[in-house]
C-alpha cells in the first residue's frame, strides 16, 4: 500500500506561508469551486476562536492529549500556539482524495517525512501586504505583527521538488486560477 499523501491515493495538499499571505482565503475558495475529490482539512490550534478564521479552537491539554493518543496525523508549535491535523486525513487519502491543509513552513521537512508524495505550496505577499492584511485581522499587537513580519525572511529551508510558489499580494483572482490549476491537475492525476 502506497505511504498516505503518494499518487495512486489521494494527494496533501501543504499549503505554507506567511501569516496575512491569504492561504485560508485560497483554500476555501478552491474548495467553493471543487468541491467534488477535495477536502479542507480542519487545523486545531491553540488560539481562541475568533470568528476569522475556520481554525478549530482546542485548550492545550486537548491538544496534548491528541498528540499523546496518535490522534494527529500532524502537529508543530509556532508563535507560542499548538497546531494539529486530525488522523482523519489519511482515510481521505485512502479513499483518493485531494486534501488541502494549512500548514507551517518550519513543519514542512516533518510532513515530508510524515506524508512523501505530498505536493507543497508555498502563498506569500510583499510584506506592506501582509502588515495591512494582520493589522485590519487586529488579532495581534504591532509587536507580534513585526514578528510575524520578520519571518517572512526566506530563512526557511523550502527548497523542496514541486514546490509551486503563489504571489498573493495583490490579485486574489490569478493567485485562484493558479492554485485552481495546479489542483485541477492532481485530481486528474488521481
Known amino acids: 500500500m502506497p505511504a498516505p499523501g503518494?499518487?495512486?491515493?489521494?494527494?496533501?495538499?501543504?499549503?505554507?506561508?506567511?501569516s496575512g499571505?491569504?492561504?485560508?482565503?485560497?483554500?476555501?475558495?478552491?474548495?467553493?469551486?471543487?468541491?467534488?475529490?477535495?477536502?479542507?482539512a480542519t487545523r486545531l490550534v491553540t488560539r481562541p476562536a475568533d470568528g476569522l478564521s475556520p481554525d478549530r479552537f482546542v485548550s492545550e491539554e486537548?491538544?496534548?492529549?491528541?498528540?499523546?493518543?496518535?490522534?494527529?496525523?500532524?502537529?508543530?508549535?509556532?508563535h507560542g500556539l499548538g497546531y494539529g491535523i486530525e488522523r482523519?486525513?489519511?482515510?481521505?487519502?485512502?479513499?483518493?482524495r485531494v486534501v488541502l491543509v494549512n500548514g507551517s513552513r518550519d513543519y514542512l521537512r516533518r510532513a515530508?517525512?510524515?506524508?512523501?508524495?505530498?505536493?507543497?505550496?508555498?502563498?506569500?505577499?510583499e510584506p506592506s501586504v501582509l502588515k495591512a492584511r494582520l493589522e485590519k485581522r487586529a488579532r495581534e499587537?504591532?509587536?507580534?505583527?513585526?514578528?510575524?513580519?520578520?519571518?517572512?525572511d526566506g530563512s526557511f529551508d523550502l527548497d523542496t521538488d514541486g514546490l509551486l510558489v503563489i504571489d498573493n499580494s495583490r490579485n486574489l483572482r490569478g493567485a485562484t486560477e493558479r492554485f485552481l490549476g495546479h489542483l485541477k491537475g492532481l485530481l486528474a492525476a488521481g
Do not use: F, N, Q
Open 6 to 18: 503518494t499518487r495512486g491515493e489521494g494527494t496533501l495538499v501543504y499549503v505554507m506561508g506567511p
Open 21 to 40: 499571505a491569504g492561504k485560508d482565503t485560497l483554500m476555501a475558495e478552491a474548495k467553493r469551486l471543487l468541491p467534488d475529490g477535495l477536502v479542507l
Open 62 to 78: 486537548r491538544l496534548r492529549g491528541l498528540i499523546r493518543d496518535g490522534r494527529l496525523a500532524l502537529h508543530w508549535r509556532c
Open 88 to 96: 482523519t486525513i489519511d482515510e481521505d487519502l485512502r479513499e483518493g
Open 112 to 125: 515530508l517525512g510524515l506524508y512523501p508524495g505530498l505536493s507543497p505550496v508555498l502563498v506569500t505577499a
Open 141 to 152: 499587537d504591532g509587536d507580534s505583527i513585526l514578528g510575524r513580519l520578520l519571518r517572512t
